[in-house]
C-alpha cells in the first residue's frame, strides 16, 4: 500500500466530523432532505478492492448515505463526493425500513414516559414515579409484527422501573405492559396490557451493581500496574499501525464499528497480504422464549442499530491497563450532525505469559515471553455489552474474542409459573435463554487475492494391513469449489478446521502457505427452520460461507433487517452458487454465545467468551517466533 501525506485522508479513512456535516448540508440543499427526515447512516462509501489497487491516490472520495422522510416513510440511498459535494447517485428504496437510530430510541423513551396511557397502566401497577421509569424500543420481525400496521416503521417497547434513582434501570421489568410505536410519527399506536392478573406485583430483586447499593462491603485486592518504561513497540503513522512484523490499518464505520484493513506481516522483508478487510457484519440475537413478554425478541445488532453508533468510550485503567494509545471515533445523529466518541479504540501491548520454552539439562531453560498487540471497542446496546478484541501474536497467530457483560433481559412470573425456556435468577423472576450470534466476515487475502478454502478434517484409519495397531491418524483436505461446498458445519468428531491457501506462491518446503480457521465458539442454531426468527437470519444455519468477492456484498442477513421477513444476504447471493476455488474470496464465519441463562449472571453478567483464531499454516516455514529475544535483563544470564 502506498503511503499518504498526513495531510490528505487515506482512501480507507473513516469520514471526519466536517465531512459528515458537508454530506449533510449537500442532500439538504440538493434533494430537499429537510427537518422532516433523518438520516440513518453516513458512511465511506469504501473503494473496492481493484480500484485501490490500481490507483490509490486517484480515488474520488465518496460518501454513501441512507436517510428517509418520516413524512411518508420513503428511504433514499444517496452516494456523494467528497470534498465537492456532487451527488452521484440518489435511489428510492421501496419497501424497506432503514436502521433504528439513537434518536429515535430517545425520543421514544420521552413520549412514551410522558404519555397517559403509559402513565395510567403504571399506575395501576402502583409505580408512580416517572423519572424511574426506563422504555427500551426494539425492532421488530415482519411476521411478528401487527398485519395492521404493515408497511410503517413500528416498534415494540419494553418498560423497567428503577429501585432507586441511581438503581439499575434493567433490574425490575413491568411484565406484561409492552407498548407498540409507530417511530415515524413518534406515537403510541397501542398498549399492549395483560396487566397483573394475579396481583403478584414485582418481585422483591436484588438487581443493584453499583457499590453503594450492593448489600455487602467490597473485598480488598492490592493493586496491579502495568508499566511499559520506555513506551510501546507499536507506531501509528495515520491509522496505520505497525507492530513487530505485523502491519495493518485501523478502520470504524457505523455499522460494524472496528474494521481491521490489509493486514499483512512483514516477513524476510517482504510484505506479505494475509487479509484485506476483517470486521463484524451482524449479530444476531434470537430469544427462545414464547412467552408474550419474548417472543419478538430478536436483535440484529449490527443490522438494526450499528455497532459503530453503540460504541462507548474507553477509561485508561478501568477497560485497557499499560501503555495504550486511543483512536476517537465519529459518528453522527439522524440529523446529520457529527458526534464524535472520544477514546473509542484502544490499541495496546499485553503480556501473553509464555511463548515457547524449552529445558535442556546443558543450557538450562531458554524461555520466551509472549506479548500480543490488542486493538479491542466496546459496545453498549441498552442492557448489553459487547467487548471486541483482535489479538495479533508474535507467532503468526490472529485471535478475535467476544465478551458480553451487562444486564440480562428478565420478566417476572406469577408464583409457581416459572416458564421452561430460561433460569430462575432472583425472586418470581427469571432470564430467558438466548443465543448471541457473530457473523465474521474475514476477506482474506493469503499471499494475495488467489486462494482456496478446504475443509480439512482428521480420520482414524482402521486396524489393519500397515497399521496393525489402529494408531494411524491421517487428514483429509477438501478443497471447496463453489459457493455449496462453502456452507460448512463444525463437527467435532472429525475436528473440523479450514484451510485458506495460496493458489500461486510456495512456502519453503515446497506447500501451499496458508491460514487455518480454527473454529471456536461456534454451535448450531437448534431452532425450527420454519421459525420467523431464523427465515430472517438462515446465515445462523452454518459455521462458515464462502462467498467469492463481490464489493456490494456486505450484509449477511440484508442491508435491511429493521423489518425483514426473509434473509436476502447470504441465502441469496450463495443461491448462485459461484464459484469459489482458486480466486479472491471472502470467509463469513458464525460464532457466539449459546446463553443458557445462569443465576452468576446476575445482576451484572461477569464477562462470558467466545473466540476463534486464525493460525499460520504453513505460511511460515519453521516456527516464526524464534528470533523474539529474552525478556529484558535476561540475556546471557541463563541457568
Ligand atoms: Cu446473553
Known sequence: MTDFPVSRPHPLDPLTADEIRHVAAALREAKGVTNSWRFASIDLAEPAKPELAASPSGIVRTAHAICWNTADGQAHRALVTLPGGEITHWQELPGVQPNMTVD??????????R?????????????????????????????VAPRRYSGRRIGWSDVWTRGSAEGNPYAHHVTGLHPVVDLNRMELLELEDRGDADG??????MGEYLPRLIPMPLRQVAPLEVSQPDGASFTLDGRLLRWQNWQLRIGFNNREGLVLHTVSCIDGGRTRPIAHRMSFAEMIVPYRDVTPDHYRRTAFDIGEWGLGFMTTSLERGCDCLGEIHYLDAVVHNSRGEPRTISNAV??????????????DERTGAEVRRARRLVISFHVTVANYEYLVYWRFYQDGNIECEVRATGIMVTSSFPPGRQPPTGTVIDQRTYAPYHQHFIVARLDLDIDGEANTVSAVESRAVPAGGANPYGLALVTQQTPLETESDGRQDYDWHVQRGWLVASTQSVNSLGGRPAYKLVPGGTFPPMIDES??????????????????????????SGEFPNLSAVDNGLPAWTARNRTIQDTDIVLWYVFGLH??????????????????????????????????PPAHGELGQRG
Not at 132 to 139: F, I, K, S
Not at 200 to 205: H, Q
Not at 346 to 359: F, N, P, S, Y
Open 531 to 556: 421459525s420467523p426468527a431464523f427465515q430472517r437470519a438462515q446465515v445462523i444455519g452454518h459455521t462458515l460461507w464462502v462467498t467469492p468477492y463481490e464489493p456490494g456484498e456486505r450484509w449477511p
Open 200 to 205: 403478584a406485583g414485582l418481585p422483591e430483586v
Open 346 to 359: 484502544c490499541i495496546h501491548e499485553e503480556d501473553d505469559g509464555v511463548l515457547w520454552k524449552h529445558v
Open 104 to 113: 429515535e430510541w430517545h425520543e421514544c423513551d420521552e413520549m412514551l414516559r
Open 595 to 628: 446463553h443458557l441463562t445462569r443465576p452468576e449472571d446476575w445482576p451484572v453478567m461477569p464477562a462470558d467468551r467466545t473466540s476463534f483464531w486464525l493460525k499460520p499454516w504453513g505460511f511460515f516455514g519453521r516456527n516464526p517466533a524464534l528470533d523474539v
Open 115 to 143: 404519555h397517559p396511557a403509559v402513565i395510567s397502566a403504571l399506575a395501576g401497577r402502583g409505580i408512580t414515579n416517572m423519572d424511574l421509569v426506563l422504555t427500551d424500543v426494539w425492532a421488530y420481525g415482519a411476521a
